[in-house]
């Protein structure tokens, strides 16, 4: 058996791959710092964007209990700011606006962030778009409001509401929901048997001298990247598109693709070109994920295939566990069977797909609303930051020696007893 070469052999392979990612983020800086400044050029801004997310909120002012609204939104340029409007305004979320925003005296870094702007709405656009009518497809099929906002997060990326998020926080299961990696990795395998076949076939009878994995690679990568676009780029699927493509270069290079270098490659590359990415959080989970991942076969490769596909999604819950405490701090009885329900999920969003494609996504609603239904008895567990980092160190020292691989589950171990002693 030929042995995978490493990604980096010299010094000088290292130093010529800083050099590329050293122009390229200078190139992404200076078009975001353009928009920046183009931004605060003047006192005020003519601004496109989209509203991802409305909530009411009241606070003492002078007094006097004053209700107002706050809108999230992301301008066409790729900004997030935050801006506040009247309490009789219509529901607007997910719309397209036209705004003149007071962004202030915002420096570079809160521009790339996430900033506060004085704004007035100039106009509401009309909701037509592909993704706007994919998602009234989507409703039409269901009874239930709720169930359907589901499926719109799981297929368009929508953004749940609150009370749907802390539920689906304290079940475990945010990550099956808000679409990820792990669902680019399911579309990823219905693609390839529903091309294998046919290609192989046609293959046969007119090009045999094409290869069979490059031709089926670039019509999944093609697909997934329209998909990908049609959603506006999610950081965590933005993360596990660039990891398939180098994954696929790497492995048909014969380089390894199960290693710490493909992952800092996938990471660095993303950041790089995208810097805003490293404010967020939903692609820092992503890539702690796959992190533990490569951790967990890297660790264990001597064992059995078998024993990987039982024992890793309990490594994988219990890792990130301390992240899903930290972050979201929601905790009930159920949370532990996420182990269990993410599994299942890999029957659930196939099957999902092709109901919808016929006309019958509702068949799964009954099961669906049991699960939405459940008496959680959900706690919120404040955890300190610092025991985070405690996990996080471990990890890296794992990477190292073995034996630091024990010394992460007794502690991770003592994280979960502690977080099921507060619910029971």
């Not at 521009?111 to 509401?124: D, N, P, R, V, W």
């Not at 309990?314 to 009930?332: A, D, E, H, Q």
């Not at 949370?335 to 068949?363: A, R």
Request: aromatic content about 18%; overall charge positive; proline content about 3%.
């Amino acid at each position: 058996m030929i042995e995978k070469v490493s990604l980096f052999l010299s010094k000088k392979d290292f130093f010529n791959f800083f050099l590329l990612c050293c122009i390229l983020l200078c190139i992404s800086l200076g078009i975001e710092y353009y928009h920046f400044k183009q931004l605060t050029k003047f006192d005020s801004q003519l601004v496109n964007a989209t509203v991802l997310k409305q909530y009411t909120k009241t606070k003492y002012k002078k007094d006097k209990l004053k209700t107002y609204q706050v809108l999230k939104l992301k301008s066409d340029k790729g900004c997030t700011f935050y801006t506040t409007a009247s309490k009789s305004l219509q529901d607007i979320k997910y719309k397209h606006l036209t705004m003149e925003i007071w962004a202030g005296k915002i420096n570079f870094y809160e521009y790339m962030q996430s900033f506060y702007a004085f704004s007035k709405i100039l106009e509401i656009h009309s909701d037509f778009s592909y993704k706007t009518e994919l998602n009234s497809l989507i409703k039409e099929q269901h009874k239930q409001e709720d169930i359907s906002l589901v499926y719109q997060a799981l297929f368009t990326a929508k953004p749940l509401p609150l009370e749907l998020q802390q539920l689906f926080s304290s079940l475990g299961i945010s990550h099956l929901i808000a679409i990820s990696g792990f669902h680019l990795g399911v579309l990823s395998g219905i693609l390839f048997f529903l091309i294998k076949y046919p290609y192989k076939f046609l293959q046969k009878r007119f090009f045999p001298y094409r290869s069979l994995n490059i031709d089926t690679f670039i019509f999944i990568a093609i697909s997934l990247l329209a998909y990908l676009l049609f959603l506006d780029m999610p950081p965590s699927l933005l993360r596990a598109f660039v990891m398939l493509l180098i994954g696929f270069i790497l492995y048909d290079r014969g380089i390894k693709v199960v290693s710490m270098e493909t992952l800092f490659l996938t990471i660095v590359l993303i950041l790089v070109i995208f810097p805003r990415l490293s404010f967020n959080i939903g692609f820092w989970l992503s890539v702690s994920g796959v992190f533990y991942i490569f951790l967990f076969l890297l660790a264990f490769k001597d064992r059995s295939k078998v024993w990987h596909f039982f024992i890793l999604p309990l490594w994988l819950y219990f890792t990130m566990l301390p992240y899903s405490i930290v972050i979201f701090g929601n905790f009930s009885v159920y949370h532990p069977l996420s182990i269990i329900w993410t599994g299942l999920f890999t029957l659930f969003y196939p099957i999902g797909i092709f109901l919808h494609l016929i006309g019958n996504g509702d068949v799964l609603d009954p099961m669906l609303s049991l699960l939405m239904h459940l008496e959680t008895h959900t706690v919120k567990i404040v955890v300190d930051l610092k025991f985070l980092l405690i996990e996080i160190g471990l990890s890296v020292l794992a990477m190292y020696h073995r034996g630091f691989i024990y010394a992460l589950l007794i502690y991770l171990g003592g994280f979960f007893i502690y977080a099921i002693n507060n619910v029971t």
